[in-house]
C-alpha cells in the first residue's frame, strides 16, 4: 500500500444525512498495468501489478458561511468526495527473511519470529505510479481539489499473512515442495498461505483453497500407496 488518489465531485444529486453517506459501497479497480496478455499494459518502470480499492462519501459542506436559514441551507450543499487506494505485489527479495529471536518469548515461553524487511526499488516505482495513475483518473472523471500521495506503509501494515515457508524444487532455498509437503519431513504439510513466495494484488483466499484442495489429493494418493 501507499500509493492513490481523492478528489471532490460536483453535480452528484446527493444530500449528506445525519446516517452518514448515502449509499455506502465500496469500489474496486482491477489490475491493468503489466498484464501478461496484453503487451500494451506493459510499463517499464516496474514489474508485476496492482489493484486499487476506494469508496465515495457525502459530507456537510462544514464550510458554509453566513447565519440562520442561509446557513443551513450552505450546510447541506453535498461535498461528495471519492478516493483509490493502490495494492500492489511486493516481490521475494533475498534480503528479507525471518529467524528466531533469541532474545524474546510469547507468552507461553515460545520463542516469537524476527522480521527482516525492506522494500525494493521495484515497490517504491510501483507506489509512485499508483499516486500517478489515479490522479490521471480522476482528473478524466472530473474530480477537482484532486490530492495524490505516494509514500509506501510500514511493511505488514494491510496485508494477508502469506509466506515464512515459502515453496520451491530446491530444499536449500525453500521449505516445502510443490505440494506444501516439508522436504525434511515427509508426513508435515502446510496448507495455509506460508506456502506462497510471493502475492500478487489480488486476495489470496482462493489460491490457498485451490492449493490445499491439490496437496489433500496428492497426500491421499501418497496415503493410499503406503508412502507416507
Known sequence: MGGGAAGELD??????????????????VARFRNLPFDPSTKVKSFIRGYGYEGGGGVDYNWNARGFGGYFKKALFDPKVTIGFGGFGESLA?????????PNAVDTFGIPVLRFH?????????????????MAEMLEAAGAKNIRSYAKPTTPGWAIHELGVARMGNDPKTSVLNQFEQSHDVKNLFVMDGAPFP????QNPTLTIMTLCARSCDYL???????EL
Open 11 to 28: 453535480g452528484v444529486n446527493e444530500k449528506p444525512t445525519v446516517d452518514g453517506p448515502v449509499r455506502p459501497a465500496d469500489l474496486y
Open 93 to 101: 527479495r533475498y534480503e528479507n527473511y525471518v529467524e528466531i529471536d
Open 117 to 133: 524487511m525492506k522494500y525494493g526499488d521495484n515497490e517504491f516505482a510501483m507506489v509512485r505510479d499508483m499516486a500517478n495513475a
Open 220 to 226: 491421499m494418493g501418497q496415503m493410499k500407496r503406503g
Open 198 to 201: 510471493s502475492s500478487g494484488c
